[in-house]
């Protein structure tokens, strides 16, 4: 569950930086997020800002608290 209070402080722009350098100093091709929840439009929209394209779609992936089941999708970005 994510914590409300940390919502709007750049922390996931953080991590999705400091993911990015590190994979980039390791010399990956790319970078790849295997589950985004379809309904955190936050973090499917953090991801498409630094480049991220949703390349799959696992339909009813992710048994949401509220929604039931929701879709997810596959993140990737080209380095």
Not at 21 to 26: D, G, I, M, V, Y
Not at 63 to 75: E, F, P, Q, S, W
């Amino acid at each position: 569950m994510v914590d409300p209070n940390a919502q709007g402080k750049g922390i996931g722009s953080k991590l999705c930086e400091h993911s990015l350098q590190r994979a980039k100093e390791k010399n990956f091709k790319g970078i790849q997020f295997n589950l985004v929840v379809s309904t955190n439009k936050g973090a499917v929209e953090l991801w498409k800002k630094y480049g991220f394209e949703i390349i799959g779609t696992t339909p009813n992936g992710f048994r949401h608290a509220t929604m039931g089941l929701v879709d997810t999708y596959i993140m990737y970005k080209h380095l």
